[in-house]
């Protein structure tokens, strides 16, 4: 016989699907290879004279006469979630005392109906779905490495138990959440649900009874084929991935009678018809359409556009503190002059503010009143001649420092003016004083007395 090629490569592959995953088919195709069939498709050229016939080799005769065929081959179309019963199932849900869960009653049903209708279609090819046994069994007993004597770690154990699964979905009763937004005794349970992220994952094996001819359903002989997981954004993990154009892939069993088999995985899944895909073009498209609806309902009608040609301008700025006064109990008032060219700012808009009065504090050897003041304004500037010497005029900040005496009578300690910076972001300037007294973006070292301003647009 000529000599197969095998695909080794095992891996997982991911897909990922808009399509409802309710439509994927799969279709499986397992054939033995040795010990009779290695027999039975030997050329017939490597006979000669002196040579044995080969069908002497074959082997013997069941009761009926003849072995069947699909105990040598046999392939099987499988939807998503599809339950395939093994032997195994077949012969443990027959006895109504191993039935313990409502799916085991569930299952009983099925195979009893079955049994009625004739016995079930597949032989060797079977499934385990997202709700049996196998599923849990398998997921929580998962090893981490390929070592044969693997000892799990700290986290490997704590992790064990954490099932990514469908999850109930926890309601909202008057705009307030059902549970408490802080936990201040969490079971152990609790932490291992929420350690991490639980994306919505179900799963699904394609598995095969490999054992000898008149042994099946014996849980020894069962072995995985495939493993399908789909989560709730549309990937589908693959492990092994579909055969398409690579070799089948091998399974050699262990055991006094080793046998080897070959399998292939294959996406046979119907392609959708021409009108079906335009219907779903046509639902996409008004999905959408509502959704870009709702933004607009968020966003509103009163977002407002900037005039082309038009520079607009929004300040945020703060009155921080105001350092090294002679006298205590300080307030600080300040307006912006906007140029008269081509500026304006909306009627609203106010352009002056004063701080509320301030006890000062030592810091060393000065005094220092914080005020924490903040303040916003918005102008707009209509730039007419688009020529590089028509620079604008820059609107100016002018700020006047007073303090208020036991007689409640105001006195101006200081006063300054700057103009407001020309490019984005916080910006710090030093501004001359007035009466001895400084006016400050920033705290300057050199100056007897000062004004912070922080100031960004």
């Known amino acids: 016989m000529a000599e197969a090629v095998w695909s080794t490569d095992t891996g997982e592959a991911v897909y990922r699907s808009r399509d409802p995953v309710r439509n994927l088919r799969l279709r499986v195709h397992l054939q033995r290879i040795t010990s009779s069939n290695f027999l039975h498709y030997q050329p017939a050229a490597q006979l ?65 109906k079955l049994e009625n209708s004739g016995g ?3 032989r060797r090819i079977f499934t385990y779905t997202d709700s049996d046994r196998y599923t849990n069994l398998e997921e929580h007993c998962q090893k981490m490495t390929t070592a044969a004597s693997e000892v799990p770690s700290f986290l490997v154990e704590r992790m064990a138990n954490v099932r990514r699964r469908r999850q109930d979905r926890r309601g909202m009763e008057g705009g307030i959440l059902k549970s408490r937004i802080v936990t201040w005794e969490p079971s152990e349970e609790f932490v291992r649900n929420n350690h991490v992220i639980n994306t919505p994952l179900q799963t699904m094996y394609i598995m095969a009874d490999l054992g000898p001819y008149g042994k099946l359903g014996y849980k020894k ?70 959704h870009k609806e709702y933004l607009n309902s968020l966003v509103g009608t009163d977002f407002e556009m900037t005039v082309p040609g038009a520079l607009r301008l929004f300040v945020n700025g703060e009155v921080v503190s105001a350092q090294g006064y002679e006298y205590d109990n300080l307030y600080v008032h300040f307006f912006v002059e906007l140029p008269t060219s081509n500026w304006s700012s909306p009627a609203f808009q106010q352009l002056s503010g004063i701080t509320q009065t301030c006890a000062t504090k ?47 009578r105001y006195r101006v300690e200081g006063y300054g003016a700057v103009v407001l910076p020309a490019t984005p972001g916080p910006s710090w300037s030093r501004v001359p004083s007035g009466k001895g007294c400084g006016v400050c973006w920033t705290v300057w070292k050199d100056s007897a007395s000062r004004v912070l301003f922080t100031v960004c647009w």
């Open 221 to 290: 002989y069962e072995h995985v084929l495939c493993t399908l997981k789909v989560d709730s954004n549309g990937v589908i993990t693959v492990k092994p991935d579909f055969t398409s154009l690579k070799g089948p892939y091998r399974i050699e069993t262990e055991g006094e009678k080793q046998e080897l088999w070959k399998y292939t995985i294959d996406n046979v899944s119907s392609l959708a018809q021409p009108e079906e895909e335009e219907r779903e073009q046509r639902v996409f498209k008004d999905l959408y359409g509502r």
């Open 362 to 408: 030592s810091l060393g050897m000065d005094k220092v009143a914080y005020f924490s003041y903040p303040f916003t304004f918005e102008a707009s500037f209509l730039h007419e001649d688009e020529s590089a010497d028509a620079l604008p005029e820059w609107p100016v900040l002018y700020c006047e420092v007073l303090s208020l005496d036991f007689w409640q």
């Open 120 to 122: 079930r279609k597949n």
């Open 48 to 112: 000669g004279k002196d040579l044995i016939d080969l069908a002497t080799f074959r082997p013997p005769p069941t009761a009926s006469g003849h072995r069947p065929d699909e105990d040598e081959e046999e392939e099987v179309v499988i939807g998503w979630q599809e339950k395939l019963f093994s032997q195994f199932e077949v012969d443990l849900y027959q006895n109504e005392a191993a039935c313990q869960s409502p799916l085991d009653h569930q299952y009983r049903q099925e195979i009893l």
